[in-house]
């Protein structure tokens, strides 16, 4: 196993004002960590770092034993895929030009792709007579499936999600996560997963690190925060969230 990600003494400030605070943090091979915590604790901004979309002020990060740098950052960031809040799908391509559009601006064969593209179909429960739709003219679930398949496309080492299924009403979202947690067991995908809720971290992650203004609070299993957690705030947050059982 291993970590397939490192942080080591990572910080970020936006103008003069401390984000991040010193970090250190493994994500292990195989596994989906959720980052979880408040809004505005830095969940988002530690992906956009991770992916060298913005530099750290310090500190080290690197994949699969590699420190990312501003040379390899677009190597890297191929090997990882990332789904944003709201999939951030292009509004004028058709579903499938967008899970196409990274395969398609590397020029790999298009037969192959077609290939991936059918797979992907059939792993993430998309209708394939759907895929010449634009997104406007596709369920917000299924937007959502679009914007996974895009982001496995090129069978990325490592997935980062942020809030994939935050904008969904709750029947569309649990049936997605129950189809999220099959895709990652079959692929053995390694998963960054950022959400603010507990239910959903607890369903899909392996582990749990929670945040608070800029820092981690905890780490460990869900079983771990909710029976030792290591302060008021740890508490509060899952008492918060107390009408879930898990
Ligand atoms: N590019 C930026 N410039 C200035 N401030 C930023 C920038 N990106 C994020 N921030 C600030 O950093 C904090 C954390 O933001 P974010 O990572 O989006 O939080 P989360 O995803 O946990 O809700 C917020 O206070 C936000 O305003
Ligand atoms: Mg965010």
Known sequence: ???????????????????LRSTDLQFQRGLTTALIGPSGCVKSTLLRLILRLIEPDGGSIKFDGTEITRQNAPEIRRRVGYVIQEGGLFPHLTARANVLLMSRHLGQPGEQAETRLAELCALSQFPTEALDRYPAELSGGQRQRVSLMRGLMLSPELLLLDEPLGAL?????????????????????????????????????DEIVLMNEGRIVQKGTVAELRDQPTNEFVREFLNAQRSVHF
């Open 1 to 19: 196993m291993g970590a397939v990600l490192e942080l080591s003494g990572v910080t970020k400030s936006f103008n003069g004002a401390s984000a």
């Open 169 to 205: 009403d709750p029947l569309v979202r649990s049936a997605l996560q129950e189809d999220l947690k099959k895709i990652f067991l079959r692929l053995q995908q390694s998963v960054v997963l950022v959400t603010h809720d507990m239910a959903e971290a607890a369903y899909l992650a």
